[in-house]
């Protein structure tokens, strides 16, 4: 399985894990598990988006608009996806 770094569905970054890990904790994000393989994302009571585990177990990652932006092998990793996503908007804006 491919990693999210190389998937041809995920958006294209290359932060060293470090970096990924400050994101995480600086995002602001609130996750909530809605149910057994679906997890929601919000900041500030704005929703960002939500993760959809597959049968295979990758998770599929959606912004709050449910366009898919990216896939990830596990559920860190799809988080990361997101985290990384909505950074990435903030700085084009």
């Known amino acids: 399985m491919p990693s999210v770094a190389t998937s ?3 958006p294209r970054y290359s ?3 470090g970096d ?6 600086a995002s602001g994000i609130a996750w909530a598990r809605v149910e057994d393989g679906f997890h929601v994302a919000n900041r500030d009571g704005v929703f ?3 993760l959809d585990r597959e049968a ?3 998770w599929l990652v959606f912004d709050g ?3 898919r932006v990216g ?9 990361d996806v997101l985290i990384i996503h909505h950074q990435r908007a903030e700085q084009a804006a």
């Open 8 to 10: 041809p569905l995920a």
């Open 15 to 17: 932060r060293p894990a």
């Open 20 to 25: 990924i890990v400050a994101a995480r904790r």
């Open 48 to 50: 960002l988006g939500y």
């Open 56 to 58: 295979d177990g990758t």
């Open 65 to 67: 608009r449910s366009t």
């Open 71 to 79: 896939r990830g092998a596990g559920l860190r990793e799809a988080m």
